[in-house]
């Protein structure tokens, strides 16, 4: 009999992308026996977050490392709401292939750095996280 379980299918997949820069990224999701799954004709539909790497305090004190992640945590989530909008999941298609894309404009608001994502699908009511890594942006002198 079995210790545990591991529900998470997720696949890490690391991106590294140039700020300023058209970010398009294309997926293409079989299912176990290596079928392209019928995304259009099952209705998945796709999410995309990116997310600022949590910081920890290191002011050797719980009540300060509290006060500190909370200020921290606030801020954090003004940015990662600027971060998560202006990816769109298009060409969603039966041969089980979708574009993951973000406009110069959206990426150009990137702060350079090294963030945290993952992308969700959705059918139905059933959520699952199918990728996740990191997400660095890189300097672009051109723009």
């Known amino acids: 009999m079995a210790n545990s379980v591991n529900l998470d299918v997720s696949e890490k997949l690391n991106i590294t992308c140039r700020r300023g820069d058209t ?12 079928t392209a799954i019928q995304l259009a ?20 004190t719980l009540e300060r490392d509290v006060i500190a992640s909370s200020a921290l945590s606030k801020s954090q989530s003004k940015v990662d709401d ?25 990426m150009k608001e990137f702060p ?20 996740r890594g990191s997400f660095r942006v890189n300097e672009d002198i051109s723009g």
Do not use: C, H, W
């Open 23 to 34: 970010f398009s990224l294309t997926l293409t999701l079989k299912d176990s026996t290596g």
């Open 41 to 60: 004709t099952l209705g998945y539909e796709f999410l995309m977050d990116v997310k600022t790497i949590p910081q920890r305090s290191r002011t050797g």
């Open 112 to 131: 350079v750095g090294v963030y945290v994502y993952d992308i969700q699908q959705k059918v139905g009511d059933t959520i699952t996280t199918i990728l």
């Open 82 to 106: 600027k971060l998560s909008n202006g990816f769109e999941f298009a060409d969603i298609s039966d041969n089980g292939t979708v574009n993951v894309t973000a406009s110069a404009d959206v």
